[in-house]
């Protein structure tokens, strides 16, 4: 138990649905990020916001559109997703922006048919 | 930008082995992470190491910084340390924004 929980653990949707990835946090950090881990490729930073502002938005396609509501939720809508889009994504925390230690949750497993 | 490599990129223990896992990263760094992987995709934060030498338990780490390298230590291996280790650095112009080495599998077997 890191305090940073995901839901969905697992997710099959087609390309023409929407969904969305949850994450909340209880660690009273101000930093979350959003990451992807494809098969046989390092993790990939997507966004990172900030006390609830995106500050990084690492070229990520805009059929992956993040939401921070507060400090303790991020949420990640998807929408039309292709094939190559299935990964796991890996939400994490740290206390601010600066370097500090990050938690990752446990993960969702995303598959696009 | 920096470049992380791990090595080796797998490794098969017997259990109650000892290992030394490397990473190598091609710029100075103020900060290194080392992560481990279960087989259920979880990332486990073990050490936040910039420089130094941390323990916790079976698991130990040095970072040398001036030489730009550092190593993770498991000893006594059980089959619970199977999974997958990075060791994560910040890039040169975001410190949030970590730098993941590929990775060493290890499988740790009874």
């Known amino acids: 138990e890191t305090g940073v929980t995901q839901t969905p653990r697992h997710l099959v949707m087609g390309m023409t649905n929407k969904k969305s990835l949850k994450c909340e946090q209880h660690?009273?950090?101000?930093?979350m990020y959003w990451y992807k881990q494809s098969a046989k490729k390092p993790l990939e930073l997507m966004f990172v916001?900030?006390?609830?502002?995106?500050?990084e938005n690492n070229s990520v396609p805009s059929r992956f559109s993040p939401e921070c509501p507060n400090s303790s939720h991020l949420f990640l809508h998807l929408h039309t997703l292709q094939p190559e889009d299935s990964a796991l994504y890996l939400c994490?925390?740290?206390?601010?922006?600066?370097?500090?230690?990050?938690?990752f949750g446990e993960g969702s497993w995303l598959t696009v048919v | 930008g920096i470049q992380v490599e791990q090595s080796p990129p797998d490794l098969i223990l017997q259990e109650g082995a000892n290992s030394t896992l490397r990473c190598n990263f091609s710029d100075s760094v103020n900060n290194l992470q080392w992560f481990h992987q279960n087989p259920w995709g979880q990332l486990i934060n073990l050490f936040y190491?910039?420089?130094g030498t941390k323990q916790n338990g079976r698991l130990s780490a040095t970072t040398v910084a001036t030489e730009r390298y550092s190593l993770l230590y498991i000893s006594s291996s059980q089959t619970t340390d199977s999974g997958v280790y990075f060791c994560a650095v910040p890039s040169v112009d975001s410190s949030y924004k970590l730098i993941f080495g590929s990775g060493t599998r290890l499988l740790v077997r009874p």
């Open positions: 190491i910039p420089s």
């Open positions: 994490a925390s740290s206390h601010d922006t600066s370097g500090n230690t990050i938690y």
């Open positions: 660690l009273g950090h101000n930093a």
């Open positions: 916001y900030s006390l609830e502002e995106r500050v």
